[in-house]
């Protein structure tokens, strides 16, 4: 089964385009060895960002947190992780910004948290590898695939968290 799940992830970033890797973003954290510790298996870290891409297309909805009603970024979030490893993430942006541990960019795998924005954090996404994020990013658009080494993302400040 894990098989299955890791060749579903390596074509959905096939398909996705290729990336180089993501460039180095500042982080406020300053993690220790320990921190980086996942309470995933990396069957459901997979998981996670293998359902994450599924839901690509949703609609955004603020406060939406299902695919019916569609999903803001901390909804979408919420969702897979709970789906996915029976994992009930805090709701608001600035709640996830503490969720799990710190981790620097070279520990980030699929499944883990981006979350962005300096003090009080605006947005957060899942991180399915390749330099790859999936979020729900705006009113009127869906959840999509987007790349931390877009112009527009690589300038944002960022933070990783790993559950």
Known sequence: ???????T????VLLAG???APK??????????????????????????????????TPYRYGGNTPESGFDCSGLIGYVYESRAGVAPPRTVSQLNHFGAPISLNELRSGDLVVFGRGNPTHAGIYVGDGRFVHAPSSGGTVRLDSLNSTYWSKQYTVYRRF
Do not use: F, W
């Open 1 to 7: 089964m894990r098989a299955l799940h890791c060749l």
């Open 9 to 12: 992830l390596a074509i959905a």
């Open 18 to 20: 290729c990336s180089s």
């Open 24 to 57: 180095p973003h500042r982080s406020s954290t300053k993690p220790t060895p320990t921190q980086g510790v996942s309470r995933l298996s990396p069957e459901q870290a997979d998981d996670i960002a293998i359902h994450a891409m599924g839901l690509v297309g």
